[in-house]
């Protein structure tokens, strides 16, 4: 689980995430849904690809390197692989039903005001909540 969390590192990673959505926009006036980005690469567009493959490789790259600066992982999972397999699965089902990712609506949709995003937002926070309660008190150790 989270170690030592802090407000002033989740606001500082917030302004981060902002900054690089931004930039993003202004630079090549696209928005920085992961789902997006990352389907465009299947298949490969000509001109597209440079840009989508460095956002794509720098995410693990960018956590690579500060879980090298706090000395390893700062985040444990005691899952098992097959849950977040399937977790992992069923959020890439959703972004395909949702059309679009937690970043896309989330960050850039509700800061365009986008309508669309106005709905998802809420609508996943709370599919996430009930299911966080279900996983912790309605099934305890039936998954596990």
Do not use: E
């Not at 389907?39 to 956002?55: E, H, I, T």
């Not at 399937?86 to 959703?94: I, N, P, R, T, Y």
């Not at 990712?101 to 809420?122: E, I, N, Q």
């Amino acid at each position: 689980m989270i170690a030592d969390f802090t407000p002033w590192s989740a606001l500082g990673g917030g302004i981060l995430i902002g900054l690089a959505a931004l930039l993003l926009l202004v630079a090549l006036g696209r928005i920085a849904g992961i789902s997006g980005i990352a389907s465009g690469l299947l298949p490969p567009r000509r001109g597209d690809a440079a840009w989508r493959l460095a956002f794509v490789l720098g995410l693990p790259m960018g956590a690579a390197l500060w879980m090298q600066g706090q000395g390893g992982p700062v985040l444990a999972s005691h899952a098992p692989s097959w849950q977040l397999a399937l977790a992992g699965l069923l959020v890439g089902v959703g972004t395909r039903i949702g059309s679009g990712c937690t970043s896309g609506h989330g960050v850039c949709g509700l800061g365009r005001l986008s309508p669309r995003s106005m709905v998802a937002v809420p609508v996943f926070m709370a599919t996430a909540m009930m299911c966080v309660y279900a996983w912790r008190h309605l099934l305890p150790g039936v998954l596990w």
